[in-house]
């Protein structure tokens, strides 16, 4: 497969922003979608144990309940998709176990092939001092797919909104995750933006290259 040119990247890149006004005439189509829904299930995390979950609210009576809860964001109605990043709590062996099975499995492997592995996110995640602050590395892993996330769509066309700007306990509250390893982290709106966002055409704000990168 031919690699997309550099300068569609950028170009895509300097399309999209943090839309504040979406259509709400408008909705993803349903192959945008499952496109845009593989692309989290393959984001990359560490040791590949994927320490996440993600809702996917498209109900307008759900969206409307979670609106307040989003400092009243209207992009949480508004848009076509919003998509509620959740952590898995205090990860640890279950999940690590779990992550070998579905290893073995699609790589047609045994278990004890995989042990040297295994023994690597044992000591480090669920015995070593990482264990200390899992949910904290494990929440770093979710700004992984939401980057991931935002970048897919942006590539194909489909506006989007990165949202910490609302209430986690809230939010776990109405959507049933009180009694679940599952917690909110951050949200993210994707549709198609208002003709009428002044927003689309403001100049991104970025700092000069050679100030975010050196070479070495």
């Given at each position: 497969m031919s690699p997309i040119p550099g300068t569609t990247l950028t170009q895509q890149l300097?399309?999209?922003?943090?839309t504040k006004k979406f259509d709400a005439t408008k909705r993803i189509d349903p192959i945008t979608w499952a496109a845009l829904e593989e692309s989290l299930v393959l984001t990359p995390s560490s040791y590949g144990l994927q320490p996440w979950k993600f809702l996917v609210i498209t109900d307008p009576e759900l969206k409307a309940k979670l609106?307040?809860?989003s400092w009243n964001q209207a992009q949480v109605e508004d848009c076509s998709h919003h998509v509620v990043f959740l952590v898995k709590k205090n990860l640890g062996l279950p999940e690590i176990e779990h992550f070998v099975d579905r290893m073995a499995e699609v790589r047609g492997v045994t278990r004890e092939s995989l042990a040297m592995y295994r023994g690597y996110m044992v000591?480090?995640?669920?015995?070593?001092?990482?264990s200390k602050i899992i949910n904290e590395w494990a929440t770093r892993q979710v700004y992984i797919a939401l980057g991931n996330f935002m970048t897919s769509a942006a590539l194909l066309g489909v506006d989007t909104c990165p949202m910490e700007g609302l209430d986690p306990a809230k939010?776990?509250?109405i959507l049933g995750l009180g009694d679940t390893p599952w917690a909110t982290v951050c949200a993210c709106p994707a549709g198609y933006r208002a003709l009428d966002d002044k927003y689309?055409?403001?100049p991104k704000v970025r700092y000069?290259?050679?100030e975010l990168i050196e070479h070495r």
């Open positions: 300097k399309w999209r922003y943090a609106r307040p809860v000591g480090d995640l669920a015995e070593g001092p990482r939010y776990d509250e689309a055409a403001v000069k290259t050679e």
